[in-house]
């Protein structure tokens, strides 16, 4: 099973839902280009071709087979880029909260001018005091943990790499190549996601053949939300 972050996200958002997929499968989760430990390539790099062709790559180097692959939001838009283009290598697929058509609600202002000041703003201020005060919170409120690792992943992107990244995710649509995925798919949506429209994934749910939608009552991450049911949907998808 591999496992696809989100955009400014990385492997770590799978915390929750790794050890219980892993009981059953062989779990692997990247930190892709441009994110969390991995390398931060020049802007030209970033697209989801590149991104679909590493993962085909990764797959094949780890001589993984065929691979229950899961991706999460922009991960979710590489999972269906992935299954769409080599079939033979997806089992079963899984997108939770994933980007289609590129309409998403919060990735679109990284097309600004003005992005690249208020995002280096943003990441300075997340190591100076956003990082710091959620840290010490979440020894008091639980749920502030969740918030401290994002906060913690997304400065772990660069200026160049997040505005990069972001513009790849919404100037590519996949609804075009849908109906080429052969794997049974599962998609979840979150019926209180502020991020990605749950259209997005019902839009897919209706364009690839025989896939299965499940709605939870979630926000942008369910696999923090409610990180138990989320696994027992995705491991009852699996069986």
């Known amino acids: 099973m591999l496992l696809i972050h989100g955009w400014g996200s990385s492997r770590r958002m799978w915390w929750h839902l790794a050890p219980g997929l892993a009981a059953r499968h062989r779990v692997w989760a990247l930190d892709l280009p441009g994110f969390g430990e991995s390398d931060k390539p020049a802007d030209d790099w970033y697209s989801i071709p590149n991104y679909t062709a590493l993962v085909r790559e990764f797959i094949q180097r780890m001589n993984l087979g065929r691979v229950?692959?899961?991706?999460?939001?922009?991960?979710?838009?590489?999972?269906?880029?992935?299954?769409?283009?080599?079939?033979?290598?997806?089992?079963?697929?899984?997108?939770?909260?994933?980007?289609?058509?590129?309409?998403?609600?919060?990735?679109?202002?990284?097309?600004?001018?003005?992005?690249?000041?208020?995002?280096?703003?943003?990441?300075?201020?997340?190591?100076?005091?956003?990082?710091?005060?959620?840290?010490?919170?979440?020894?008091?409120?639980?749920?502030?943990?969740?918030?401290h690792r994002r906060f913690e992943d997304f400065a772990k992107g660069t200026v160049d790499?997040?505005?990069?990244?972001?513009?790849?995710?919404?100037?590519?649509?996949?609804?075009?190549?849908?109906?080429?995925?052969?794997?049974?798919?599962?998609?979840?949506?979150?019926?209180?996601?502020?991020?990605?429209?749950?259209?997005?994934?019902?839009?897919?749910?209706?364009?690839?053949?025989?896939?299965?939608?499940?709605?939870?009552?979630?926000?942008?991450?369910?696999t923090d939300d409610i990180p138990a049911k989320t696994l027992r949907v995705v491991q009852d998808f699996l069986e």
Do not use: C, W
Request: hydrophobic share 45%; no cysteine.
């Open 68 to 147: 229950h692959l899961v991706g999460h939001s922009m991960g979710g838009l590489i999972a269906f880029d992935v299954a769409a283009s080599h079939p033979e290598a997806v089992e079963r697929l899984v997108a939770i909260n994933p980007v289609v058509s590129g309409r998403a609600t919060l990735l679109p202002l990284m097309r600004f001018k003005s992005s690249r000041q208020a995002l280096g703003l943003a990441l300075r201020a997340s190591s100076i005091i956003f990082q710091p005060m959620l840290r010490e919170s979440g020894k008091l409120v639980h749920g502030i943990t969740y918030l």
């Open 161 to 222: 790499s997040i505005l990069a990244s972001g513009r790849a995710t919404t100037s590519y649509n996949v609804m075009p190549r849908l109906p080429r995925i052969t794997a049974p798919t599962l998609i979840i949506v979150g019926n209180q996601d502020p991020s990605v429209p749950s259209t997005e994934g019902r839009l897919a749910a209706r364009t690839i053949p025989n896939a299965r939608l499940t709605v939870l009552a979630a926000g942008h991450h369910p």
